[in-house]
């Protein structure tokens, strides 16, 4: 079983920058696929970059492609988004997931783990 809070969230202005921290509890997290997702209302929920067990395989949605940096440290259990030159199409709600395998990582249904979300607002 493992526990996932995210924290980092706020409300920045176009082109600022902001830093996400998933915090995992669980001996076993250093063997999980994370994924960020983010959903706005009315829409799906959204791969943005997704990190395997080892953080040597990562995987950027479009939206995230030059701007986001996935990150992890297994032995602090968390998992880290940096997120750049943020526009105001970025503003979402922000999950962690996680799952000890995942084929489709890209597909939000298949984890089993997640956090309970932050708010990411990028407005002037």
């Known amino acids: 079983q493992v526990q996932l809070v995210e924290s980092g969230g706020g409300l920045v202005q176009p082109g600022d920058s902001l830093r996400l921290s998933c915090a995992a509890s669980g001996r076993t997290f250093s063997t999980y696929i994370v994924g960020w997702f983010r959903q706005t209302p009315g829409k799906e929920r959204e791969a943005v970059a997704v990190i395997n067990s080892e953080g040597n395989r990562i995987y950027y949605g479009d939206s995230a492609k030059g701007r986001f940096a996935i990150s992890r440290d297994n032995a602090k259990n968390t998992v880290t988004l940096q997120m750049n030159n943020l526009k105001p199409e970025d503003t979402a709600v922000y999950y962690c997931?996680?799952?000890?395998?995942?084929?489709?990582?890209?597909?939000?249904?298949?984890?089993?783990?997640w956090g309970q979300g932050t708010q990411v607002t990028v407005s002037s």
């Open positions: 997931a996680a799952d000890p395998g995942v084929n489709q990582f890209t597909e939000y249904a298949k984890y089993n783990y």
